[in-house]
């Protein structure tokens, strides 16, 4: 069982509308959750991290976190085609998933 | 957010030849620094774990004769890939991180370095 699974994509999302993205792991214990951003090319730009249960709102981001279900999820609202990327949801420092390309169509 | 810069962005090298990339944080103390290569269409993979003044951790199935990693500051790591050969070719990034408030780390991730080998 990998330590950090994704949903797999690609998603494609209309513009403005919510991109749902989500991640389960392994590991109980881990204590910090991070989403990263990676473009075609580039390297991951950190966006979100969150460490408690609940809901932990940046803008336009939301992640949330279930330490119970070992879940944690990111949550995009009104889509631009900026945010076509592929996210990446990390698990204490080294643990990544395989990423969820997103393509939000104009 | 913190900044990491990498040097070369880019590097095209004749097979057999070695290949350094350094990796510094530019404005805040790197208690430790990760080296990752990413293959197309794949995700991070995890190369080794650096501290300053001390050997890096490898990860399992990585060379350490092979890439050689020295951390000489709290602001550089430096990676060498040594006798380069075509399966090399990568795009290899760094992070840091530092403590924040909680005792949580967070990583900055660097632009990475693509290399080619001819």
């Known amino acids: 069982q990998k330590e950090v699974e994704q949903n797999s994509g690609p998603l494609s999302v209309p513009e403005g509308a919510i991109a749902s993205l989500n991640c389960t792991y392994s590991d109980r214990v881990s204590q910090s959750f991070f989403w990263y951003r990676q473009y075609s090319g580039k390297s991951p730009e950190l966006i979100m991290s969150i460490y408690s249960n609940g809901d932990k709102e940046d803008g336009r981001f939301t992640a949330q976190l279930n330490k119970a279900s070992q879940y944690v999820s990111l949550l995009i609202r009104d889509s631009q085609p900026s945010d076509s990327a592929t996210y990446l949801c990390?698990?204490?420092?080294?643990?990544f998933g395989a990423g969820t390309t997103v393509t939000v169509r104009a | 957010g913190a900044v990491v810069s990498q040097h070369p962005s880019w590097v095209i090298c004749k097979s057999g030849t070695s290949v350094k990339i350094e990796c510094r944080s530019l404005?805040?103390?790197?208690?430790?620094m990760f080296w990752y290569r990413q293959f197309p269409k794949q995700s991070l993979m995890l190369m080794a774990t650096?501290?300053?003044?001390?050997?890096?951790?490898?990860e399992q199935g990585v060379e350490k004769d092979k890439f050689l990693i020295n951390h000489a500051s709290l602001t550089l790591s430096t990676l060498t890939v040594t006798s380069a050969h075509p399966e090399d070719s990568s795009f290899y990034i760094c992070s840091a991180s530092t403590p924040v408030s909680g005792g949580i780390e967070t990583q900055y991730f660097g632009p990475g370095t693509r290399l080619l080998v001819l």
């Open positions: 650096s501290n300053e003044g001390s050997k890096a951790t490898y």
């Open positions: 404005d805040f103390q790197a208690t430790t």
């Open positions: 990390a698990v204490s420092r080294l643990s």
